[in-house]
């Protein structure tokens, strides 16, 4: 799909979509390949307010999390009650493990979902939050066991920034990641905002303007407000480390791919396109597509306001999207228009994967697609690693193969990859299509131990 076409796609689903959900407004950005190449609001106002993001905001205090472990100040396997010894947890046995930064930083803490409950402390004061914490906190389970999502997890952590850099956390934040990057109208503040779009909360039979709170113990966990134009930059800074000359900034490309990646499992879900893999990294989730592969999101939502991010690294595509209505549901729509955008777009990037391949994985594709014409066993064994041949004999393979030879002539279709080590793509014939993968062994130089080929019905 190219960029106009996406462009309108989503502009008119989000107009459907702000119209069958009652929001006021929607201002949303398309992001390809480092670009903001979409930027519209949909309702009438201009573009360029900012939003209460809510829990998009976790993704900033776990970066800076990772920049404190990055320079040595803290370790994510540290105990929590290192940094803060008065916490107290009830419901633990006596012999339960200690709870370390990680837990809190993918979830696994043991701390009940806690909303809606925490999108109401955002204001709550560090002293009262403080008592709260050393009165006792409710666990279901000891740490590390199993996801449950937590907000009081998230301001946990900065309370841990707090004491481990001697500010207050916001100002933390600002320091080594805001002003960095210069996200200059991402604040924690709402007495900071300037031209804010009004957060509207639903009731019975109207809506009503939604009062804002200033920054408190729970601003970790949701309390930042920003632009379209700044969390693409944020989402660009992330996603760019997925790519062999990333951005530089406050957090090396490494710790990045470190919080794009499953720490632990979430939930499965299934959809018209297969089953989604849901998991948590570190301030984000991580989808596993069976159709689209990876995908990296996380959603907003607090008393006035709705949001979603979420971007493709394989593709280069991204959308992020603001509402100002209570828990507008962005992430499904969103989610749903970037899997139609990637979808169509496979083939289109194709020559991105390409660049990520090892050159022994492109022999191998060339190969496979020369063996499809005609059968050479001179070229293969040159190639081959020694499980080849006993995973399926020679002469099997070579059957194989020639039988779907009459299919033919064939032109190469989308391609996708899962290491530079592996590639699978469609081959697309006068009188059928085919899916061909290759996987290339550990040894060096690599060589090749599977080669798999099927035909593709419909």
Known sequence: MDVDSARALVRTR??????????????????????????????GAPIGRAFRIASMTKSFTAAAILAL??????????????????????????????????????????????????????????????????????????????FEYSNLGYALLGRVIARVTGRAYVDAVRDILLAPLGLDRTTYDVRQVRDRAIGWHPLASEQI?????????????????????????????LSSAWRSKAIEGPLDRWSRREMQSPQTFARLESGPDGCVAQSYGM??????????????????????????????????????????????????????????????TAADDSESVLGTLWPETIAAMNLAESLLMEWDDSALDDIAAMNLDLDQPRHERRAQWSDLTALGPFVRGSLTSTSPAHASWTMTGAQGELRIDVLMSPEYPPRLQALRIERREG
């Open 69 to 146: 472990r990055d320079g040595g100040a803290l370790a994510l396997d540290d105990p929590v009650a290192k940094y803060l010894p008065s916490l107290t947890r009830v419901g633990l046995p006596d012999d339960g493990p200690e709870l370390r930064i990680r837990h809190l930083l993918t979830m696994t803490a043991g701390f009940p979902t806690d909303d809606p409950w925490g999108d109401r402390q955002e204001g709550l004061p560090i002293e009262e939050f403080d008592e709260l914490g050393s009165a006792g906190l409710s666990v279901c389970r000891v740490p590390g066991l199993a």
């Open 209 to 237: 303007e939604q009062s804002e709170p200033t920054p408190g113990a729970f601003s970790p966990m949701g309390g930042l407000w920003s632009t379209v134009s700044d969390l693409a930059a944020w989402v660009t800074f």
């Open 14 to 43: 989000l107009e459907e979509f702000a119209s069958n959900e009652h929001i006021r407004d929607i201002e949303f950005g398309l992001l390809h390949h480092r670009e903001l190449v979409g930027h519209e609001s949909i309702g």
């Open 283 to 344: 301030g984000l989730y991580v989808a596993e597509s069976s159709e689209h592969g990876r995908f990296i999101h996380h959603s907003g939502g607090y008393p006035g306001y709705g949001s979603h991010m979420r971007w493709h690294p394989e593709s280069g595509w991204g959308i992020v999207a603001l509402a100002n209505r209570t828990y507008a549901p962005m992430g499904k729509t969103c989610a749903t228009l970037l899997d139609e955008i990637v979808g169509e």
